[in-house]
């Protein structure tokens, strides 16, 4: 384990779609690959460790490579024992891959109390052990994607010390606590502390949902390169291309409906049963509405559909009737944004 990670400068922007379960699946990154800019890199949604030294295929095929994977992937693995994490990360490396990233962030209080996700953050030694093997195994790069704490904002700072012992090729931060989950502000002064002291190069994520709120976070975090967007993709499929450009891109709804087509065409093909392609496009309306006009009325339509016939009679007819997109989407990033926007900044 060579030990000589470390910090250079970057010129350009690096943006990374975020792994959201059940949402930024496959289908989504080869759909949104086809019909929207392809981001530069996703991290695929977490893998869980498993006991024993087989790891059963299905579990791997998000990741699979034979089959279409239109955006450059990172696998992320979520558990917290080091010697099942060695036996995962071998199978990433059987399926063709060189990189992956450890999930220390997850929230969810069951998956905390297991020690996994941002439980990793309460136990120092065994998250020491576990870096150990992923940059051991990894070589080509092992990556954390944390948040800053449990129920304190100050735990990922007080671990960054740990955390910069260990060759990592990146740390991603969603600057937010796990008792916040996915409300309430997220902390940009403590991130701000934690790019500083950390070594890796960092990846900013939360909350990103327009250009407005990428370009006031690149300019109040000059030194951040590397960027993750998750629900604002899934709200406005444009944003990545958005972003890239550093303007707002028109949104075309007959590039929407194509999208959505594509999502539910390779949905069927991959998945058994129509409840099952149905609740993955749920899913993704569940996000896309909120970015819409007239969203909630469709959504309400959306929700009760129970065959794939009714669902595409519904979608169809919406795009009939006209999609109008909301002209902005809300911003979440705390009040200094729109101070910062009033002053012209
Ligand atoms: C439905 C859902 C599923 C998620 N699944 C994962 C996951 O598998 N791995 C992970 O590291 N983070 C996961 N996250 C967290 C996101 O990757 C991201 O950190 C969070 O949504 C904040 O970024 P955003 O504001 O750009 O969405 C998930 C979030 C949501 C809402």
Wanted: a positive charge; proline letters at 5%.
């Amino acid at each position: 384990m060579k030990v000589d990670s470390g910090k250079q400068a970057e010129l350009f922007d690096t943006f990374y779609l975020a792994p959201l379960r059940g949402v930024t699946v496959r289908v989504f990154r080869q759909a949104l690959a086809e019909c929207f800019a392809v981001p530069d890199l996703a991290v695929a949604p977490f893998i869980p460790t498993v006991a024993g030294s087989r790891v059963k295929p299905g579990l791997l095929s998000d990741i699979d490579k034979s089959a279409v994977q239109s955006v450059p992937l990172i696998p992320q693995l979520i558990g917290k024992d080091a010697d099942q994490l060695r036996v995962m990360l071998r199978e990433f490396k059987n399926s063709g891959y060189l990189r992956a990233d450890l999930n220390a962030g997850c929230p969810w209080p069951f998956v905390m109390k297991k020690g996994r996700g941002c439980g990793l953050l309460r136990d120092v030694d065994n998250l020491a052990r576990l870096l150990e093997v992923g940059c051991t195994e990894m070589e080509k790069g092992f990556s954390i994607k944390v948040r800053l704490g449990i129920d304190e904002p100050d735990l990922l700072l007080r671990s960054m010390e740990l955390i910069n012992r260990f060759p990592l090729c990146e740390v991603t931060v969603h600057a937010r606590t796990a008792r916040q989950m996915y409300g309430g502000e997220v902390r940009l002064d403590v991130f701000e502390e934690i790019a500083k002291f950390c070594r890796h190069p960092v990846v900013y994520n939360g909350d990103i949902r327009s250009v407005d709120d990428f370009l006031f976070l690149k300019q109040r975090f000059p030194q951040v390169k590397r960027w993750m967007i998750g629900r604002g993709i899934s709200i406005d499929p444009f944003l990545m291309e958005s972003v890239k450009a550093g303007v707002q891109v028109g949104r075309d709804p007959e590039r929407l409906c194509d999208f959505l087509e594509r999502a539910l065409r390779y949905s069927i093909n991959e998945m058994c049963g129509e409840r099952q392609v149905l609740g993955r496009l749920k899913e993704l309306w569940s996000y896309l509405h909120t970015g819409m006009a007239d969203g909630v009325r469709l959504w309400d339509s959306i929700k009760i559909c129970r065959t794939v016939a009714e669902y595409r009679r519904v979608v169809a007819a919406a795009f009939e009737r006209g999609i109008v997109f909301k002209i902005r989407i809300a911003s979440c990033l705390p009040r200094c944004y729109s101070e910062t926007k009033l002053q012209g900044g």
